[in-house]
């Protein structure tokens, strides 16, 4: 059964840097796209960043330049660098793929403050 599960979250100040993981179980992950989605308190879930099979990057405006999507086949698991860290930045961070159906990681805390 397909399964992603997301880590690496956690409390950092302002300018600073996590590297989220998000690992695949059950497919074979580099077949499809994945995306990196964020919600903070009170607002929508937002697409961030997303890799295509193929390896194609898309960033939003907010985080353009700040994050870098990287997949690793050999781990069948996706990343996300995130760089220059700002306190608009905080909120549950969630990996997303779409096989038979959507599938969701648990998400990840990512709070930026000092």
């Known amino acids: 059964q397909a399964r992603l599960v997301d880590s690496g979250g956690g409390q950092v100040q302002p300018g600073g840097s996590l590297r989220l993981s998000c690992a695949a179980s059950g497919f074979t992950l580099d077949d499809y796209a994945i995306g990196w989605f964020r919600q903070a308190p009170g607002k929508q879930r937002e697409l961030v960043a997303n890799i295509s099979s193929g390896g194609d990057t898309n960033y939003s405006d907010s985080v353009k330049g700040r994050f870098t999507i990287v997949r690793d086949n050999a781990k069948n698991t996706i990343y996300l660098y995130m760089d220059t860290l700002k306190p608009e930045d905080t909120a549950v961070y969630y990996c997303?793929?779409?096989?038979?159906?959507?599938?969701w990681g648990q998400g990840t805390q990512v709070t930026v403050s000092s």
């Open positions: 997303k793929t779409t096989l038979d159906r959507d599938y």
